[in-house]
């Protein structure tokens, strides 16, 4: 619990909006004690210049898009549409998904690349059984446990319930990867899978299937990179919310990594 509780810690603490928005607020403060303090007043300006400077680096599209073309793999070369020699059975990580309570939905999200691969496998019969992982992350609100709002929605889709295998136990990526080998291992699975997750986060997936055991193959989906690097006027001028949020997960999925090392994770 308390490596889980870090983890949600952590997350807020990397976040470049609250880092901008502290560092303005200081700004602010020795402003107002600088009416008669000289002292102040240039504590103040290094401030707002350490605020815009946070703003435009990490909201520059150029430099968060960088970092992503540095970091991602590339797709793989055989897609799962076209392709007959796939592993039969994939994992997809959870991530991809949130329950709209007030209208009783599950809602695809960002990542939702994870899900709709698995579902493209097993209704193109790529696939004979798909492990969906993800339970409740939540600490406070009441526990949304994806991967059975996943199954469920596959499901109304015509996808056999047989074909499905829940985790709803995990809560993140060192969870799925032991929980995982549990199942297969239940199932008398030992040959490789299909191990299905954001390319960002894939490094950190990797590490954590390779300590559990299991053998895998990659399919990174979600590439936030642009690799063409078709950059416009704006990108190299004006700081982008977009790209704070892009800036953030990655920088997450950085300090998890630490973390996860730091603990022997991975």
Not at 197 to 221: I, Q
Request: charged share 20%; glycine share 8%; hydrophobic share 40%.
């Amino acid at each position: 619990m308390f490596f889980f509780i870090l983890s949600k810690i952590l997350g807020f603490l990397v976040k470049p909006h609250f880092w901008f928005l502290g560092v303005f607020i200081i700004g602010l403060i020795f402003l107002f004690r600088g009416k008669s303090d000289e002292r102040s007043l240039r504590l103040a300006r290094k401030s707002f210049i350490w605020a815009f400077v946070i703003l435009f680096v990490t909201g520059n599209q150029i430099f968060v898009n960088e970092l992503y073309i540095l970091w991602e793999p590339g797709p793989t070369k055989e897609r799962i549409h076209s392709s007959d020699s796939m592993p039969r059975t994939a994992i997809v990580l959870g991530g991809y998904s949130r329950y709209d309570v007030e209208n009783d939905v599950f809602r695809i999200t960002g990542n939702g690349d994870r899900f709709m691969a698995g579902l493209q496998g097993l209704l193109l019969n790529k696939f004979d059984r798909v492990i969906l992982t993800g339970g409740s992350s939540s600490i406070k609100n009441k526990p949304y446990f994806e991967a059975e709002q996943a199954g469920k929605y596959m499901n109304q889709l015509g996808i056999q319930t047989q074909k499905l295998i829940i985790d709803n136990q995990s809560r993140n990526t060192y969870e799925n990867a032991i929980i995982s080998k549990r199942i297969l291992d239940s199932l008398g699975l030992h040959e490789p899978v299909l191990l299905i997750t954001s390319a960002s986060h894939m490094y950190r997936s990797r590490k954590c299937y390779e300590k559990a055991g299991v053998k895998f193959y990659e399919y990174p989906v979600c590439h936030e990179r642009n690799a063409a690097r078709n950059y416009h006027l704006e990108a190299f001028l004006l700081p982008n919310p977009g790209a704070m949020s892009r800036f953030q997960d990655l920088l997450h999925e950085w300090v998890g990594i630490l973390v996860y090392k730091a603990t022997g994770k991975i």
